[in-house]
């Protein structure tokens, strides 16, 4: 699975927009880009995913470069719950195996 | 709706004992995998099976690890001759089959494990 960088950490403030970046410069063009997140005391859970086109679902969006070399989470309006690490995630969308392959991701703290 | 349960939630043991963990997936859910995660650190794949089969096994998941699914429902993950080293939070996730890798993966709380 190809490789992707993230900030270690990120600070925001509650009721504010956050964009999460993370680089994948050598992503393939089978590659979908993941992201799941792990709050505090807790497995991960599935956020959102995308190939090309920016998705948007209740949780957040995501927004993917052109060149598909970076990608934004971006969380419309955080909240003290959405305090957690993020972690984005490539997936090979023919070859891919069942497993996730976690970075360390990027820790967001909330502050009221 | 019940998500993935995992048993017990903490678990203290002396180095060189024998340890089990159990996994209760989601009950339509036919992959099962289980992760390992360290402080600090992003959980690591260790195993993965579909239905009683055992499909993928990290490099990690050395002799000492065994891990079964006998009827493609619950999950053991046994560590034997257990090592400081092995101290950890071990994770346990399922998702459908349908819709390859894009299904979601969903997690228990895990089990966290102390080696003294």
């Known amino acids: 699975d190809a490789k992707t960088t993230q900030p270690n950490s990120m600070e925001s403030n509650e009721e504010e927009p956050v964009h999460l970046p993370c680089n994948h410069s050598?992503?393939?063009?089978?590659?979908?880009i993941h992201w799941y997140r792990q709050l505090p005391s807790q497995g991960p859970e599935y956020v959102i995913h995308?190939?090309?086109s920016n998705v948007n679902n209740r949780m957040a969006s995501l927004a993917i470069a052109e060149d598909r070399k970076s990608s934004t989470l971006i969380l419309h309006r955080a909240t003290l719950r959405d305090a957690a690490v993020y972690y984005c995630?490539?997936?090979?969308?023919?070859?891919?195996?069942?497993?996730?392959?976690f970075g360390q991701g990027t820790r967001l703290t909330i502050n009221p | 709706d019940t998500g993935v349960s995992q048993n017990p939630r903490h678990k203290i043991t002396k180095r060189g004992q024998n340890v089990t963990f159990r996994c209760d997936p989601i009950?339509?859910?036919?992959?099962l995998y289980w992760y390992r995660q360290t402080l600090g650190q992003g959980p690591e794949f260790l195993t993965y099976?579909?239905?009683?089969?055992?499909?993928?096994k990290s490099r990690l998941l050395s002799d000492r690890f065994s891990a079964e699914r006998p009827k493609g429902s619950f999950s053991t993950l046994e560590i034997q001759r257990t090592e400081q080293g092995d101290s950890a939070m071990y994770l346990c996730?399922?998702?459908?089959?349908?819709?390859?890798?894009?299904?979601?993966?969903?997690f228990g709380p895990g089990t966290r494990l102390t080696v003294l």
């Open positions: 996730a399922s998702s459908p089959s349908s819709g390859g890798i894009h299904n979601e993966q969903f």
């Open positions: 995308g190939l090309t």
């Open positions: 009950s339509e859910h036919n992959r």
């Open positions: 050598t992503i393939s063009g089978t590659d979908y």
């Open positions: 995630i490539l997936r090979d969308g023919v070859q891919g195996a069942q497993k996730l392959v």
């Open positions: 099976f579909q239905n009683e089969a055992q499909l993928e």
